[in-house]
């Protein structure tokens, strides 16, 4: 996607009702866009929370005057459920009773906080344990994804799972003879179910590509949404979307062979241009939508 596209929808989708009407009108993946949504929900969260966090002894009075947490959030435009759970705490409620409220509204004070938390798990797709499971979901599906190409083209692999406790950091899949691609020998694979913008990319380098690359070798990422056009490769670590990267028939040699470089079978899926581990501001979640600090 180019970097205008995606910086339109980027502005664009402020609401999940925009999403949808985006995806109708546009003809687009409504899951795409609600993980550009999420991007744009997050970041914002993250950078206005303190800002929020300030002003909670005067929301918490006008919560006790009438007005209800989501006008309240609605008005900030800042995300239901960290809302909630900021003004919960204001009110003297412990954080782990104010973690068990938004699991279960029934264990809320009283019957207009249950009320309340009920209605903020409702409009929240990104910050309500509902939320975070369907990233979790795309999570999963983008493993098993990988997992399934690996299979079918007889790659052996071990998972994080398999490698738990024997390394720092383990890639989703660390594959038991190395495969070349353009003349890059990839020694692991990494699954994001996510959208790799600029902020997503340094992110992800920091926090784990590059140490991948300094523990097990040169390696790729598969981003199943996409990225944005002219993202340039790491040192050491391959681009893929999730179309080029199942369009990808490599050649698999006997354990006893050199390797064979990988076929792509599609004419955009290009090496890497070598680049400057880049940084940059902080982000959170990644697409994996944890709360900002509290």
Avoid: C
């Amino acid at each position: 996607m180019d970097r205008q596209t995606y910086q339109r929808l980027f502005d664009l989708l402020a609401t999940y009702d925009d999403v949808r009407r985006v995806s109708h009108t546009e003809h687009l993946d409504e899951e795409l866009l609600f993980v550009i949504h999420t991007h744009r929900v997050t970041r914002d969260a993250t950078r206005r929370f303190y800002v929020v966090k300030r002003q909670l002894p005067r929301l918490v009075g006008q919560w006790k005057h009438g007005r209800s947490i989501l006008d309240i959030a609605r008005e900030w435009k800042f995300p239901p459920v960290l809302m909630g759970q900021q003004m919960l705490g204001e009110l003297g409620i412990p954080r782990k009773k104010v973690w068990q409220t938004f699991l279960n509204p029934d264990t809320a004070p009283d019957a207009r906080l249950r009320q309340e938390v009920s209605d903020l798990l409702e409009n929240d797709l990104i910050y309500s344990p509902r939320g975070m499971e369907l990233q979790r979901e795309r999570g999963r599906k983008g493993e098993e994804r990988l997992q399934a190409w690996l299979e079918k083209h007889g790659i052996g692999y071990r998972t994080e799972k398999d490698l738990r406790g024997k390394y720092a950091k383990t890639p989703d899949a660390l594959l038991d003879e190395p495969i070349i691609f353009f003349g890059q020998k990839l020694t692991w694979i990494e699954s994001k179910a996510n959208f790799g913008d600029d902020v997503e990319l340094r992110k992800n380098l920091k926090r784990q590509l590059a140490p991948y690359t300094q523990i097990f070798g040169e390696g790729a990422v598969v981003y199943w949404y996409g990225y944005v056009d002219g993202a340039e490769s790491p040192d050491g670590i391959i681009l893929w979307d999730g179309t080029t990267f199942e369009g990808i028939t490599p050649v698999v040699p006997e354990r006893t062979e050199r390797p064979h470089a990988a076929r792509p079978s599609r004419d955009h899926a290009r090496p890497p241009s070598p680049a400057p581990p880049p940084s940059g501001p902080r982000s959170e979640p990644d697409g994996s939508a944890g709360a900002p600090p509290p």
